[in-house]
């Protein structure tokens, strides 16, 4: 079955510092999603990429999809302790549409010390 | 901001028992979803729901669960023989017309003991 994977499963950085999350998909995707999950918090969608190769930013986040759409990253510039939570990439299969399942990678914990 | 309401935020059952999970998905939003995440550990799908019927399931979603929407606001989970492996945070989404995010709800802790 489709499956999606993340890495690294952890990353600590010095507040300041960059960081980058990568997922890669076992099938091509019709478009992928992000999600944000606070300690002890429910996922928090983020952004939706559609297009091969897009690239979308939110102030410091900055969102690939490659030209394959079988992976995409998220790259966090100087990261802020507020910034602390773990990113999930989930993805739906080709084909399946706007509203077929959504498959979520296993996530990148993120700590930041101040 | 609409949210996703979810009751109750914990519950307690012993092994074998039935729970029922509820729900409510944000009002103009059609398709609606279950998924689970076992502590620390990655976010999974369980069922999705259209047009009152199930669209998908995963293969985790035996014939011990089984989901309704049974007023047009509610969306439950019913488990009806719980295992010591199904404690964990269950997550009810939302989404609507057209290529959107999910809106997640504070999810329901399960425990089985």
């Known amino acids: 079955g489709q499956q999606v994977m993340q890495i690294p499963q952890y990353q600590h950085v010095q507040e300041g510092e960059d960081f980058t999350t990568y997922c890669n998909s076992s099938?091509?995707?019709?478009?992928i999603q992000w999600y944000k999950q606070r300690p002890g918090g429910h996922p928090v969608f983020l952004i939706q990429?559609?297009?091969?190769?897009e690239v979308k930013k939110q102030k410091r986040l900055t969102f690939q999809f490659g030209e394959a759409k079988k992976n995409s990253s998220l790259h966090i510039t100087a990261t802020q302790t507020t910034d602390v939570g773990t990113y999930f990439c989930?993805?739906?299969?080709?084909?399946?549409?706007?509203?077929?399942?959504?498959?979520f990678g296993q996530g990148t914990t993120l700590q930041v010390k101040p | 901001e609409p949210e996703v309401t979810q009751t109750p935020s914990h519950q307690v059952t012993q092994m074998g028992q039935e729970v029922i999970l509820r729900c409510v998905p944000i009002s103009n939003h059609l398709y609606f979803y279950w998924y689970r995440q076992i502590l620390g550990q990655k976010v999974e799908f369980l069922v999705s729901f259209y047009n009152n019927e199930i669209s998908e399931k995963s293969e985790i979603f035996d014939d011990q669960f089984s989901v309704e929407r049974p007023d047009g606001s509610n969306f439950t989970l019913k488990i009806r023989s719980t295992k010591l492996e199904d404690s964990a945070m269950y997550f009810c989404a939302s989404s609507g017309q057209g290529a959107r995010g999910y809106t997640f709800g504070s999810g329901t802790r399960l425990t089985v003991v």
């Open positions: 990429l559609v297009k091969s190769g």
């Open positions: 989930a993805g739906r299969r080709l084909g399946s549409g706007n509203t077929g399942k959504l498959i």
């Open positions: 099938t091509t995707l019709s478009n």
